[in-house]
């Protein structure tokens, strides 16, 4: 048997985009882009902060700049859709069961995002009081 015959056919640049489950898993991991503009935002902030007063207030400004503004709201989206797409996925992957009873997947998706919620309001209220 000839070597090419054992070999798939290669797939083509484009295969995911002829399913719509393989279209949301890419654009789930893309969801990665914007959450990386997001930390270098975050890291140079930092970097202005020990530089001194003069370096934060331009990392202020940059930041107010709509475009930043922009992508920084792509960024929350993101990775709100990520979290979603992680959270009902999540009791597929790890059934939890109390008292030898599987929980519904419904009850734990919901626990997830009471858990985000209350994780929000915690540090709204902590910034709120600084």
Excluded at 26 to 49: D, H, K, Y
Excluded at 81 to 90: I, N, R
Aim: with cysteine.
């Amino acid at each position: 048997m000839a070597d090419s015959a054992k070999r798939p056919a290669p797939l083509a640049r484009t295969w995911w985009l002829k399913h719509r489950f393989f279209k949301l898993y890419m654009l789930r991991e893309a969801t990665v882009l914007p959450l990386v503009f997001f930390l270098l935002c975050l890291l140079a902030g930092m970097v202005a902060l020990f530089k001194g007063p003069a370096s934060w207030q331009g990392w202020v400004a940059f930041m107010g700049s709509p475009v930043v503004l922009a992508l920084n709201l792509l960024a929350l989206a993101a990775s709100l859709y990520h979290a979603a797409t992680f959270f009902v996925l999540f009791p597929r992957v790890m059934p939890l069961r109390i008292a030898g009873h599987r929980l519904p997947d419904t009850a734990i998706v919901v626990g997830q995002w009471v858990g985000v919620v209350v994780v929000a309001l915690l540090l709204f209220w902590l910034l709120g009081r600084a």
